[in-house]
């Protein structure tokens, strides 16, 4: 099977609509089952971003990087000792930042941009990071091994949005366990909800849907 993503609409701030064209790779005189036009809709759409690729349909819930920003609160870590091997901490922290979010968090987001990173951890003091805790937690380990004595500040919610009255949009804190991702390939997109409609719903796996609902 292929397909091709034909429309993107987006609609009141929080409900996104991808139509997809599902068919065989080559001409057949009779379409097989899941052939047709498919329709994803998202609703309380919190992110999204849309890559070129085949997109074969996952949906998450908890444990995808993709939601670590929007699901768990937010820290500070710092640091107040100088380390031995400043670049050297640089470039482990960005490894473990890496490792730990992927391509879903930016890290110009999360560390500390007013000072290289490099230049900071050689000043001997300083705020590294702020971003999701389970995220934070591998960087302060990594502070801890090089004996940069790091410390932690209060941790509070995100921010969380979704549509309201005027045009902005504030999801409550207590509902952010509700949001999933749903995994297009190389897209994805975290939102509240998920349904599929069209001829080619066979060709997604729709039972898993439901037991994430």
């Known amino acids: 099977m292929c397909a091709d993503l034909l429309r993107v609409e987006l609609r009141d701030h929080s409900e ?3 139509t997809y064209e599902v068919g065989t790779d080559e001409w057949v005189a009779d379409p097989p089952p899941g ?3 498919l329709e994803i809709h998202a609703s309380g759409v919190m992110d999204w971003a849309l890559v070129p ?3 074969e349909p996952r949906l998450r819930k908890e444990d995808h990087p ?3 920003s929007w699901v768990h609160d937010e820290v500070e870590v710092y640091f107040s000792q100088p380390v031995e091997d400043p670049m050297g901490l640089a470039a482990e922290l960005l490894a473990t930042h890496r490792n730990v979010s992927g391509r879903f968090i930016d890290p110009g987001s999360t560390f500390n941009t007013q000072v290289p990173l490099a230049e900071l951890l050689a000043r001997g003091h300083g705020q590294v990071a702020r971003g999701p805790i389970p995220l934070i937690a591998q960087l302060r380990a990594c502070l801890e091994a090089a004996g940069a004595n790091p410390s932690l500040g209060d941790p509070r919610p995100p ?3 979704e549509e309201d009255e005027q045009g902005g949009r504030w999801l409550a804190v207590e509902k952010r366990h509700e949001l999933r991702v ?6 994805w997109i975290v939102a509240r909800s998920f349904r599929a409609e069209g001829r080619a719903t066979e060709w997604m796996n729709i039972s898993d849907w439901a037991a994430l609902e």
Do not use: R
């Open 159 to 161: 921010k969380i949005y």
């Open 182 to 187: 749903l995994e297009l390939g190389l897209s």
């Open 16 to 18: 996104l609509v991808l």
């Open 35 to 37: 052939s047709g036009e």
């Open 53 to 55: 690729s085949y997109p």
């Open 66 to 68: 993709a939601l670590l």
